[in-house]
Structures are given as structure tokens and as C-alpha cells.
């Protein structure tokens, strides 16, 4: 068993801790209950029953490096100090394996991540919030997948047939909660499904409450107006050509500004909605919207800096100064943070995903992102233990720390 935590505040607690995290935050009945719902528990016993796959596919998932026959025998040992392994056990095959995590499949996985990965921080959590606002962000990214024919055909390649990626390649979109780094969102698909398309299935989850940012490539009305009437507030980057006419200049120097629908498209009728706006008047919520602006410069290679335009459903300034926006919008940057940790500290720098056919791919994803939760709240409850903001612990410590308290041997059976 683990030994008794030191909880000085100079200790460390990932340190006394091992893959048991995954059942603090996976629990046994969670997962049954899950398996019941999706239809994929067993009809008959089995040698490896799919909660124990379920577990599985999740510590696969914090060193993705490893084979499936390795990580099945560092989770057996977890799993007897659990109580869910007993009697005379042999490792299974590589085969074996595999057959039990396509008899699972994506979808539990996909529920269980839904079900449990919720955000996690509350209001003394710090970092987490401004002002009333949980703080939230939106950004994607592509991971390569097996060079098979199932996958190829599946998740497709970037690029052109001339100068095409070495592998296929599947699109994510992740929402995260900037304060803990926690994702709490996903949505996934093949590299030639758009960012947009993609995020557009998250705009449920961001509800009243929270103040969710993103980058320019996310901005269309069709995701505005879906994010915005799900009751978060939004600020989001937007491009230069985006027509943003000012409707009337605010005291903070930031503007308020309209949006036109896409339906709206001759010069008249927006001339017309722009004159609706300044003198008052009601808009058609369909045809066009008012928002506020904010410009402002970064520096860079550019003398004059670079010019950032974001755009805001919070359009009274005394809630929420331009400047305040502004350094608020640099916190989406802890997201590249947050797939950098998806992408080389859990999968590793330059993994492909080894899975063979696209459910597998989709499964073991879910696995990764199952793993880098589990993580992330374990560093959660650590920093508020110590007092301490999330970001103050370190995400390679604690995955090597989990990963080096699961090395040991098995021979207990489920």
C-alpha cells in the first residue's frame, strides 16, 4: 500500500501516490453504470471484462509509448490492491487484448469521459475565475494516426497528393478550464472536418457562468450565436477581414460593433441595421447582432506590433475593462499548454497512435484524455491541499511519479 502522505506544506503529495488515482476518479460503479448504459457490458464472463478494459484503455493512456500486454500487467497490480483482481492469473496475449478492447469500443469511453470530466475548480480555486466568470478556453490540434488502409481512408491526410503528412491524421477540438487545465470538453474527427464543425458540438457545454475564450480560426456566426445563447459569455479573437462597423465609441476604449448574419449581404441592408444600432433601435437577432470590440498591439517581429481584435458578449465596460480583456485573452495560451501535455507528455514527442483501425484510434484518444484528467485533478486536490494555484505543480512530475509507482508485477486474475 502506499505510504501515509507527509502533508507538510512542503511535501509533494503526488509523490505517495500510484494508478489508484484512476479509480478515485473513475470509480468501479461509475464505470458499470456507463457499461449498462451504452449496451457494452459482458453478456457472459470473461477473461478480461470490459470494466477492467475500461481501466485499461485509461492507463494506456498515461504512457502510450508502452505495448498493451506492459500496461495490463502494471494495472493488474493496481487493481489487486483494489480488490478487483484475485485467483491464478497469466499475463494475456497481445491478441487477447486487442479482442477485448474491440468488443468495448469508443463509445463507453466517450460516456465515461462526458459523464465525469466536468470542471473541477471553485471559487478559491486561483487563477480559475475573474471576477463572477469561470474562465474557459477553446483551441484544436491534429494527432497522427497507424499508416493503415481503415485509417487512411477514415481520418485522411493533410496536405495535397504531391506533398501529403507521413501519416493520417485525426482532428480534436478540446474546451478546457484555464484555471486547472483540465479538459472538460472534446469533440474529434477526421483531418478534413473543419476546426468549426468540430467545436461547434461544444457549444452546450459552455454555460452561464463561464467566460470562454478563443483564437481567430473559431470565430463564424453560426458558432457565435450558438455559444452565446448557451449562456457563457464569449471573447474571442477575430480576423482583420471581419466586417466589425463601430456603432459608437466606449469610455474605456474599446467600441461597440456589429455583426452581420450571413444572410445579410447587400451594402444597403447593413447600412440600414448599422443605423438601426446607433439611434437604438431593436435588431432582428437573426439578421444582425451588437457586440464590443477591443483592438489593441503585441509585440513582435512587426515594429508596430501585431494588431489584436477581440470581440466580446460583455458589451458594458464597467464589468469588464478593454485592458482587463486583454490580459484575460493571453490566459488562452495555458491551452497550447494544455495539449502540449496531451500531445508529449502523455502520448510522447512524435507518437503515432498505434491503434490499427479508426473505433481503436477513437477509443485510445479517449483513453489519452481520460488519463490527462485524472491527472490533472489528483494536481487539483494537491494544490488546494498546499494552498497552492494548479499551475504550481508540474504535470511531468506527477505523470512520472504515476507511472513509476505502477511498475510493479501481477498474477491475480479479475
Given at each position: 500500500m502506499p505510504a501515509t502522505p507527509d502533508t507538510t506544506p512542503s511535501a509533494r503529495l503526488t509523490d505517495h501516490l500510484d494508478l489508484g488515482v484512476l479509480a478515485a476518479c473513475y470509480p468501479r460503479d461509475v464505470i458499470e453504470d456507463v457499461l449498462a448504459d451504452t449496451g457494452t457490458g459482458e453478456q457472459r464472463r470473461r477473461s478480461l471484462p470490459a470494466h477492467v478494459m475500461v481501466r485499461h484503455t485509461i492507463a494506456w493512456g498515461l504512457d502510450a509509448t508502452q505495448g498493451t500486454?506492459?500496461?495490463?500487467?502494471?494495472?493488474?497490480?493496481?487493481?489487486?490492491?483494489?480488490?478487483?483482481?484475485?485467483?491464478?492469473?497469466?499475463?494475456?496475449?497481445?491478441?487477447?487484448?486487442?479482442?477485448?478492447?474491440?468488443?468495448?469500443?469508443?463509445?463507453?469511453?466517450?460516456?465515461?469521459?462526458?459523464?465525469?470530466?466536468?470542471?473541477?475548480?471553485?471559487?478559491?480555486?486561483?487563477?480559475?475565475?475573474?471576477?463572477?466568470?469561470?474562465?474557459?478556453?477553446?483551441?484544436?490540434?491534429?494527432?497522427?494516426?497507424?499508416?493503415?488502409?481503415?485509417?487512411?481512408?477514415?481520418?485522411?491526410?493533410?496536405?495535397?497528393?504531391?506533398?501529403?503528412?507521413?501519416?493520417?491524421?485525426?482532428?480534436?477540438?478540446?474546451?478546457?478550464?484555464?484555471?486547472?487545465?483540465?479538459?472538460?470538453?472534446?469533440?474529434?474527427?477526421?483531418?478534413?472536418?473543419?476546426?468549426?464543425?468540430?467545436?461547434?458540438?461544444?457549444?452546450?457545454?459552455?454555460?452561464?457562468?463561464?467566460?470562454?475564450?478563443?483564437?481567430?480560426?473559431?470565430?463564424?456566426?453560426k458558432m457565435w450565436t450558438n455559444y452565446s445563447c448557451a449562456g457563457a459569455e464569449l471573447a474571442w479573437r477575430v480576423g482583420s477581414q471581419l466586417e466589425l462597423p463601430m456603432v459608437r465609441?466606449?469610455?474605456?476604449?474599446?467600441?461597440?460593433?456589429?455583426?452581420?448574419?450571413?444572410?445579410?449581404?447587400?451594402?444597403?441592408?447593413?447600412?440600414?441595421?448599422?443605423?438601426?444600432?446607433?439611434?437604438?433601435?431593436?435588431?432582428?437577432?437573426?439578421r444582425a447582432l451588437v457586440v464590443r470590440a477591443v483592438d489593441y498591439t503585441v509585440p513582435d517581429a512587426n515594429p508596430e506590433g501585431e494588431l489584436i481584435t477581440l470581440i466580446t458578449t460583455i458589451t458594458d465596460p464597467t464589468q469588464i475593462s478593454a485592458q482587463e480583456l486583454a490580459a484575460l485573452y493571453g490566459r488562452r495560451w495555458e491551452h497550447e499548454t494544455v495539449l502540449s501535455e496531451v500531445k508529449t507528455r502523455l502520448l510522447g514527442a512524435g507518437t503515432v497512435i498505434a491503434s490499427q483501425s479508426p473505433p481503436m484510434v477513437i477509443a485510445q484518444v479517449w483513453g489519452v484524455l481520460l488519463a490527462h484528467y485524472a491527472v490533472r485533478e489528483l494536481m487539483h486536490r494537491s494544490a488546494e491541499h498546499l494552498g497552492l494555484a494548479p499551475d504550481r505543480l508540474g504535470f511531468t512530475h506527477t505523470v512520472r511519479i504515476v507511472r513509476r509507482t505502477t511498475s510493479g508485477g501481477t498474477a491475480f486474475s479479475p
Amino acid at each position: 500500500m502506499p505510504a501515509t502522505p507527509d502533508t507538510t506544506p512542503s511535501a509533494r503529495l503526488t509523490d505517495h501516490l500510484d494508478l489508484g488515482v484512476l479509480a478515485a476518479c473513475y470509480p468501479r460503479d461509475v464505470i458499470e453504470d456507463v457499461l449498462a448504459d451504452t449496451g457494452t457490458g459482458e453478456q457472459r464472463r470473461r477473461s478480461l471484462p470490459a470494466h477492467v478494459m475500461v481501466r485499461h484503455t485509461i492507463a494506456w493512456g498515461l504512457d502510450a509509448t508502452q505495448g498493451t500486454d506492459a500496461v495490463m500487467r502494471q494495472l493488474a497490480g493496481s487493481l489487486q490492491l483494489l480488490g478487483s483482481w484475485q485467483g491464478q492469473w497469466k499475463t494475456p496475449t497481445t491478441s487477447a487484448i486487442a479482442q477485448a478492447r474491440a468488443r468495448l469500443g469508443p463509445q463507453p469511453l466517450a460516456e465515461l469521459f462526458h459523464r465525469t470530466c466536468t470542471p473541477m475548480a471553485d471559487a478559491t480555486t486561483p487563477g480559475a475565475f475573474f471576477k463572477t466568470w469561470r474562465l474557459m478556453s477553446m483551441d484544436g490540434t491534429t494527432l497522427d494516426v497507424a499508416d493503415t488502409a481503415a485509417n487512411t481512408d477514415h481520418f485522411t491526410h493533410s496536405g495535397n497528393h504531391r506533398n501529403r503528412s507521413a501519416f493520417p491524421q485525426l482532428r480534436m477540438v478540446t474546451l478546457s478550464e484555464t484555471g486547472t487545465r483540465a479538459i472538460v470538453g472534446a469533440t474529434m474527427g477526421p483531418f478534413s472536418t473543419g476546426e468549426r464543425t468540430l467545436a461547434d458540438e461544444l457549444g452546450p457545454l459552455c454555460e452561464e457562468g463561464m467566460l470562454v475564450l478563443a483564437d481567430a480560426g473559431f470565430y463564424s456566426w453560426k458558432m457565435w450565436t450558438n455559444y452565446s445563447c448557451a449562456g457563457a459569455e464569449l471573447a474571442w479573437r477575430v480576423g482583420s477581414q471581419l466586417e466589425l462597423p463601430m456603432v459608437r465609441p466606449l469610455d474605456d476604449g474599446s467600441y461597440l460593433a456589429m455583426l452581420f448574419s450571413p444572410r445579410v449581404k447587400s451594402r444597403k441592408a447593413k447600412d440600414a441595421l448599422l443605423a438601426q444600432a446607433r439611434t437604438g433601435q431593436d435588431l432582428d437577432p437573426e439578421r444582425a447582432l451588437v457586440v464590443r470590440a477591443v483592438d489593441y498591439t503585441v509585440p513582435d517581429a512587426n515594429p508596430e506590433g501585431e494588431l489584436i481584435t477581440l470581440i466580446t458578449t460583455i458589451t458594458d465596460p464597467t464589468q469588464i475593462s478593454a485592458q482587463e480583456l486583454a490580459a484575460l485573452y493571453g490566459r488562452r495560451w495555458e491551452h497550447e499548454t494544455v495539449l502540449s501535455e496531451v500531445k508529449t507528455r502523455l502520448l510522447g514527442a512524435g507518437t503515432v497512435i498505434a491503434s490499427q483501425s479508426p473505433p481503436m484510434v477513437i477509443a485510445q484518444v479517449w483513453g489519452v484524455l481520460l488519463a490527462h484528467y485524472a491527472v490533472r485533478e489528483l494536481m487539483h486536490r494537491s494544490a488546494e491541499h498546499l494552498g497552492l494555484a494548479p499551475d504550481r505543480l508540474g504535470f511531468t512530475h506527477t505523470v512520472r511519479i504515476v507511472r513509476r509507482t505502477t511498475s510493479g508485477g501481477t498474477a491475480f486474475s479479475p
